[in-house]
């Protein structure tokens, strides 16, 4: 498995993804969690051909559970009201080709 520029993902995962492979600066990022009274807010720049599956813990040594599965491209969004009660949680984004 060849590695990518960015130093951290192979070839494979950022065509996934849909990053430029030869970019050492491509990373996938949310562009912001917000929480909002009883709801968490993830957005991230989607792209198209791809769609997205969320994962979250309310501890990393845990594991992570699948919340939300296939969530379309567009709008690149997700809203949580489930597991906004935690004092903390991580969210995991899985990009995959649709």
């Given at each position: 498995?060849?590695?990518?520029?960015?130093?951290?993902?192979?070839?494979?995962?950022t065509?996934?993804?849909?990053l430029?492979?030869?970019?050492?600066?491509a990373?996938?990022?949310?562009?912001?969690?917000?929480?909002?009274?009883s709801?968490?807010?993830?957005?991230?720049?989607?792209?198209?051909?791809?769609?997205?599956?969320?994962?979250?813990?309310?501890?990393?040594?845990?594991?992570?559970?699948?919340?939300?599965?296939?969530?379309?491209?567009?709008?690149?969004?997700?809203?949580?009201?489930?597991?906004?009660?935690?004092?903390?949680g991580?969210?995991?984004?899985?990009?995959?080709?649709?």
């Open positions: 498995n060849a590695m990518a520029s960015n130093g951290v993902n192979t070839v494979l995962e065509y996934i993804a849909g430029d492979p030869a970019d050492p600066n990373s996938f990022l949310l562009n912001s969690v917000q929480t909002i009274e709801t968490s807010v993830l957005q991230w720049q989607g792209v198209s051909g791809r769609f997205y599956n969320i994962h979250w813990s309310s501890n990393l040594l845990s594991g992570f559970e699948l919340i939300a599965t296939e969530i379309p491209w567009t709008p690149g969004s997700f809203t949580d009201t489930t597991h906004n009660v935690a004092a903390q991580f969210y995991k984004i899985e990009v995959e080709m649709e």
